[in-house]
């Protein structure tokens, strides 16, 4: 009894492997077939790159990159002379494609230059209370927008906030 029960179990592992080989088996699988699928994915991945924007405008999805800031911006926030908060933000990139080694080579430069913005905004109020709000983080948008473009020139389209917190100490 005790030989026979390897044999069973090997028997039982082999009959499920070929049922499920059969049931999740493609359907038509000849090379043709799946020559005219793959045809037919390629055409439908063509069409829904193509888009139109709000000015019925078409562009294509690869128009641009999005080129992410290696590591997050830590910003203090000052009240009297003493650190009240801390602010992390993490920032992207809306590039025209084939920048990525331009970004990359002056990611340093851009680097100083958003933290002085970002200071700047810290000193000015900017992150206190409703630091969130829509307007005051456009402000600070455009104000990285306006940095990004001096070294890398109107090939950023935008800076996106990829996320961003307060933590008061």
Request: charged share 30%; no cysteine; hydrophobic share 40%.
């Amino acid at each position: 009894m005790k030989k026979l029960l390897p044999v069973v179990s090997l028997l039982v592992g082999l009959a499920a492997g070929i049922g499920a080989g059969v049931v999740l088996a493609p359907l038509g699988g000849t090379k043709e077939d799946a020559k005219q699928e793959d045809t037919k994915a390629e055409k439908v991945n063509e069409s829904s790159d193509e888009k139109k924007d709000k000015a019925g405008k078409k562009y294509e999805q690869s128009d641009y990159e999005y080129l992410k800031l290696t590591k997050q911006f830590v910003v203090p926030v000052v009240d009297t002379d003493r650190i009240a908060a801390l602010v992390t933000m993490s920032l992207s990139l809306e590039v025209t494609p084939g920048k990525t080694e331009d970004f990359y080579a002056l990611e340093p430069k851009l680097r100083d230059g958003f933290l002085q913005v970002m200071f700047d905004h810290a000193n000015s109020g900017g992150f206190d209370g409703a630091f969130t709000d829509s307007d005051n983080m456009n402000v600070l948008r455009k104000a990285l927008l306006e940095t990004a473009r001096k070294d890398l020139g109107d090939d950023v389209s935008q800076v996106l906030i990829m996320s961003v917190s307060r933590q008061d100490v």
